[in-house]
């Protein structure tokens, strides 16, 4: 298979150079905490487009306004907007931070989908403002057409925003230009427990600078705070971009929050005067789901949740993992009971029933944090899966040996892990004759990222599954900018004729560092 990106046809490139001229000519968004409600003028989506949860069938368009205004979605086949089919969406007001998600129903398999997102004043439906463009493919309906997607996470971490000097974030170009059917992004898509301060000073002396809002000066504690996180990323042009081009499948972490946390955490951080995480855990979600455009949380009369499948094809169906949300306190990870875990059991028994049911060639488990390597939080507990025990399960090990030996003995074929959260990027193989535990079927892990933030040096393993480091590129010290190392992301290529699924890990830059192939129809490899 090959490893460049697919070329666009003319009315892609079209529909994108029409998406540039709209982003350069609403030029960069304000700044300020909440849009200018003017009594004249024309509602502005200078925030952009994006599109998520895509299907063979279906998707969400989200938009957000500088006032209140009523979404209008169009789509069409060709970026001439003949024959449009118009969707109403939305009232965008301010319960909402001004944003809308329209859902799309009914659409074509496998094809390319060009839409224009148009905002009109509620009360006189004529003053509309400049229709916003976008494109996305969706999902085919035949195994011969394949997928390709991109994968990692990580965004605005360790007080390394968006730097004007260096381009912004420019690995979001890079994967733009790769043309990928769409993009996981695998957790912390803010670090609301994060300040952006207007410059740092380097180890060698360099500045680095950022572009700097209100909300970014402290940590996130009250919904405003939370929203001005998430419209933060926002204000970079390749972000944009990307995002008027390539749907997402996006989940959180703890930094959409706070570092490390878990339900019913009281916080002793002096930073916080909300010490209730839950509280805050709260707001998080909701803005959470106001910038993005996730079908769990967009579902009238529905369980609001970020746990879901995306099901992509007869190639692939995609098992988002919310770790967060369920979890018992962090711990040292030595009991020998733990039903609750890092999943909760409700999300568990759901995962089992729908792997069970996937018809797909391949199961994308999408974690947001990774099984065998350790991540300590303090000196004593540790924050994801591992405990740095090598020996039997116990405390989260237990959820997971579980789920690995359902997926052996349940003869669930062609799953493997991708996960971030660490800041560098690996591939661990796991078996049960390097294991502790034995009852599962060997598998693979990938792990990508960050995207923006800074790098780290590799985690220990843990060999109670048993994982061995085939490949790992990480910096040697911490917090290493993106001014000094590469960023991280991974690529997804699964070949419609024989089914073969490729993985590359690939730096910032066009450099492809590892690369692996996968058969079908395997129970573990």
Known sequence: MSQSPRMSSPDRRSVLRGTVAASAALALPTLATAPALALSGRPGAAWGVQTGDVTASS???????????RMIVETSATDSFR??????????????????????????????????????????????????????RTAPSKRR??????????????????????GGYRVYEEMRRLDPDFFLCSGDTVYADGVIQPSVTLPDGRIWRNITTEEKSHVAQTLADFRGNFRYNLLDENV?????????????????????WYPGQILDDPRYTEKNVDVLAQRSVRAFGEYFPISTLHAPGRECRVHRVVRYGPLLDVFVLDMRSYRNANSPGRQADDTQGILGAEQLAWLKRELSRSRAVWKVIASDMPLGLVVADGAANFEAVAQSDPGAPLGRELQIAELLRYIKHSRITGTLWLTADVHYTSAQHYAPERAAFKDFAPFWEFVSGPLAAGGFPANALDSTFGPERVFVR???????????????????????????????????GGTVLFSKALQPGRVGQ
């Open 474 to 508: 990480a910096p040697e010290r911490a917090n290493v900018s993106p001014m000094e190392s590469p960023q991280y992301f991974g690529e997804v290529d699964i070949d419609g004729a024989s089914g073969e699924l490729t993985v590359r890990l690939r730096a910032e």
């Open 83 to 136: 024959r449009a089919h118009r969707w109403h969406g939305p009232l965008l007001e301010s319960g909402t931070d001004f944003t809308g998600t329209t859902s799309l129903r009914g659409l074509p398999a496998g094809e390319q989908v060009h839409y224009r997102v148009t905002l009109a004043d509620p009360d006189d439906p004529r003053r509309t403002g400049e229709p916003v463009y976008g494109t996305f």
């Open 145 to 166: 057409e394949g997928v390709r997607f991109l994968w990692s996470g990580d965004i605005a971490g360790q007080g390394w925003g968006i730097n004007p000097d260096i």
């Open 59 to 69: 998707g969400l368009v989200w938009v957000r306004s500088d006032r209140p205004a």
């Open 240 to 260: 944009r971009r990307f995002n008027a081009q390539v749907p997402t499948v996006v989940q959180w972490d703890d930094h959409e929050v706070r570092n490390n």
